[in-house]
């Protein structure tokens, strides 16, 4: 298949364009960040016009829209660019798609369950965001989802759940795992969250399950992740023991900071039953990746 993958140069966006052209498909990248390579294109998605030209030549079969405007303190940090882009720039791509007939494949959020306790269903869990980043992922979501059930498009969301992956960027805006990991390489002190917990989906599994997506025949929403549960605490204990550093040197634990979830469990079965994928890369193992290349 043609497939367009409009936000490419994303710590998820580079992984799944790599598995994607190793599976045969023709993947042509699109990102807001300039580059100078075949089948790449630079574009906004608040901006149509730049899209349309990216539509127009290529016409693909499959567009993955990883681009968004991401993470819970930008999201409040930056209100309105935050609603722009992920409402205003989702839409133009769902108008582009209808009318080029391209499925799209929208990333929504595990955030937009916000602080729902007990396992997350895709189909009778009710979400409730509580930050600005969950509501306008879910907003968008609602928006692919009345497009595809009232005007035709063609369509599939997915919620990831906690993806990682050895050489995503690293920095403080990162996830736990990037951050101890890094943190404690280098002998510095570390935040943890006293109380929370997660399932950690290594990306070599997460771009396995974003390829099968789209061959699916009707309108799904569909949690993308694992269900080895762990602590955040727990993840540090496991981080330390590996580099054999005392824990206690170097962490603060903390309470959970305002507008961020406790607890995300997700509901796996339309995962393993639709789409056929069990997670293969083990946190343990995972770990190891990572810290492999620090």
Same mark, same amino acid.
């Given at each position: 298949?043609?497939?367009?993958?409009?936000?490419?140069?994303?710590?998820?966006?580079?992984?799944?364009?790599?598995?994607?052209?190793?599976?045969?498909?023709?993947?042509?990248?699109?990102?807001?960040?300039?580059?100078?390579?075949?089948?790449?294109?630079?574009?906004?998605?608040?901006?149509?016009?730049?899209?349309?030209?990216?539509?127009?030549? @290529?016409?693909?079969?499959?567009?993955?829209?990883?681009?968004?405007?991401?993470?819970?303190?930008?999201? @409040?940090?930056?209100?309105?660019?935050?609603?722009?882009?992920?409402?205003?720039?989702?839409?133009?791509?769902?108008?582009?798609?209808?009318?080029?007939?391209?499925?799209?494949?929208?990333?929504?959020?595990?955030?937009?369950?916000?602080?729902?306790?007990?396992?997350?269903?895709?189909?009778?869990?009710?979400?409730?965001?509580?930050?600005?980043?969950?509501?306008?992922?879910?907003?968008?979501?609602?928006?692919?989802?009345?497009?595809?059930?009232?005007?035709?498009?063609?369509?599939?969301?997915?919620?990831?759940?906690?993806?990682?992956?050895?050489?995503?960027?690293?920095?403080?805006?990162?996830?736990?795992?990037?951050?101890?990991?890094?943190?404690?390489?280098?002998?510095?002190?570390?935040?943890?969250?006293?109380?929370?917990?997660?399932?950690?989906?290594?990306?070599?599994?997460?771009?396995?399950?974003?390829?099968?997506?789209?061959?699916?025949?009707?309108?799904?929403?569909?949690?993308?992740?694992?269900?080895?549960?762990?602590?955040?605490?727990?993840?540090?204990?496991?981080?330390?023991?590996?580099?054999?550093?005392?824990? @206690?040197?170097?962490?603060?634990?903390?309470?959970?900071?305002?507008?961020?979830?406790?607890?995300?469990?997700?509901?796996?079965?339309?995962?393993?039953?639709?789409?056929?994928?069990?997670?293969?890369?083990?946190?343990?193992?995972?770990?190891?990746?990572?810290?492999?290349?620090?």
């Amino acid at each position: 298949m043609k497939i367009l993958a409009i936000g490419s140069e994303g710590n998820i966006g580079k992984e799944l364009v790599k598995y994607l052209r190793k599976q045969n498909h023709h993947v042509i990248e699109c990102d807001i960040i300039p580059g100078w390579r075949k089948d790449y294109y630079q574009a906004d998605i608040n901006i149509a016009i730049d899209l349309m030209d990216v539509f127009m030549k @290529e016409k693909p079969d499959v567009v993955y829209l990883l681009a968004a405007m991401v993470s819970r303190v930008t999201c @409040e940090a930056s209100s309105g660019l935050a609603v722009e882009t992920n409402l205003v720039g989702v839409n133009n791509v769902i108008q582009l798609c209808k009318k080029f007939d391209s499925k799209m494949v929208y990333f929504s959020t595990s955030e937009v369950y916000g602080n729902i306790q007990g396992y997350l269903d895709e189909d009778t869990t009710v979400p409730q965001p509580n930050n600005r980043y969950g509501l306008t992922k879910y907003l968008g979501e609602k928006l692919v989802q009345y497009e595809a059930l009232n005007n035709g498009l063609k369509a599939v969301a997915v919620r990831p759940f906690m993806f990682y992956h050895e050489d995503e960027t690293r920095g403080d805006h990162r996830s736990a795992m990037i951050r101890f990991i890094e943190g404690l390489s280098n002998r510095k002190q570390i935040e943890v969250h006293v109380g929370s917990e997660r399932a950690w989906f290594h990306l070599d599994d997460a771009v396995r399950a974003l390829e099968k997506v789209i061959y699916l025949k009707q309108f799904e929403i569909i949690n993308i992740g694992s269900d080895e549960f762990v602590k955040t605490e727990d993840l540090a204990k496991l981080v330390a023991t590996e580099l054999n550093v005392n824990l @206690e040197e170097y962490a603060n634990f903390i309470e959970l900071p305002n507008k961020m979830t406790l607890v995300k469990r997700p509901k796996l079965d339309k995962m393993k039953n639709l789409l056929g994928i069990v997670p293969e890369v083990g946190l343990a193992e995972g770990i190891k990746r990572v810290l492999s290349k620090f």
